[in-house]
């Protein structure tokens, strides 16, 4: 029930996260699936069932955490059941360091690109998400999947085709997030830009002194200004409250088990 409005609605976002990340980034919320390897193995058809049954939930989207490790077989599974089965939108939430060539295999069946982009600078990437590129690999790939999704068509109320650029304000850098908003606008300044200000700190900044705190509310409200200023006028913003653990989910592995074992009672899927 957490992201955008625009993708949560009032029934909520059908998100199926993946373990793993290409980004080991050092204040990453998700620690235990993303660094770790926390989760389950599945295979094609039960991705595809867990899919229909959040359609079945009532789920406004399905949403693809952390997913582009598996670009190549999610592509396979949208490929047999997006269109004749799954008839909801499919949003494709990533760290925005993506291979065109793995975005393109999404074309067709991925409606909604939901990237991060973190950082306007590649030494943060170095230092923060140890990858040297950062920058250079995400603003590539924001324009491929602005090519593939030119325009966005919200429905009631619910986004159904479109990308939402995420932007995680870190303390201390401020400078760098103004950076980002600018290269934003001059990429498409019809975006709309997700500003968020839910960073606290987690054990893994310990050895970052800079990150060991929660953004100033002055230093957001100064971004939130510069947003308008740079000529975005697309995009949400967050209420501080929001900069606590209460809204990182539980992932309950047991719970995800019970779920995988009604499939056999459901030859459909
Ligand atoms: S990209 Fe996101 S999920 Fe991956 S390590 Fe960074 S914060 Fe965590």
Redesign the pocket.
């Known amino acids: 029930m957490w992201e955008e409005p625009v993708i949560s609605g009032d029934k909520g976002s059908g998100t199926i996260f993946f373990s793993g990340?290409a980004?080991?980034?050092v204040y990453?919320?998700?620690y235990e699936i993303?660094?770790g390897a926390k989760g389950l193995f599945i295979d094609g058809g039960e991705l595809s069932f867990l899919m229909l049954y959040l359609q079945d939930l009532g789920a406004h989207n399905i949403n693809l955490v952390?997913p582009s490790h598996y670009a190549g077989h999610i592509a396979e599974v949208l490929a047999k059941i997006k269109g004749s089965l799954l008839k909801i939108p499919v949003v494709y939430n990533t760290?925005g360091y993506e291979k065109i060539s793995a975005l393109k295999l999404l074309e067709g069946l991925v409606d909604i690109y939901l990237p991060?982009f973190k950082y306007a600078d590649n030494a943060l990437g170095q230092k923060y998400?140890k990858v040297p590129d950062y920058t250079d690999i995400a603003v590539a790939a924001i324009a491929e999947m602005r090519r593939q999704q030119p325009v966005d068509i919200i429905d009631n109320g619910i986004m159904q085709k479109g990308v939402i650029v995420r932007h995680l304000a870190l303390p201390s850098h401020k400078e760098d997030s103004k950076k980002v908003l600018d290269i934003l606008s001059r990429l498409d300044s019809t975006l709309c830009v997700s500003l968020m200000c839910q960073y606290f700190p987690t054990p893994g900044v310990s050895a970052f002194p800079e990150l060991q705190k929660r953004i100033r509310k002055s230093d957001y409200n100064d971004l939130l200004e510069y947003f308008q200023n740079v000529g975005l006028s697309r995009g949400f913003s967050q209420c501080p409250s929001s900069a606590t653990e209460d809204y990182v989910p539980d992932f309950d592995l047991a719970e995800l088990s019970k779920i995988l074992s009604k499939k056999s009672a459901l030859p459909i899927y």
């Open positions: 990340c980004l080991k980034c990453c919320q998700n993303s660094h952390t760290s991060d998400s």
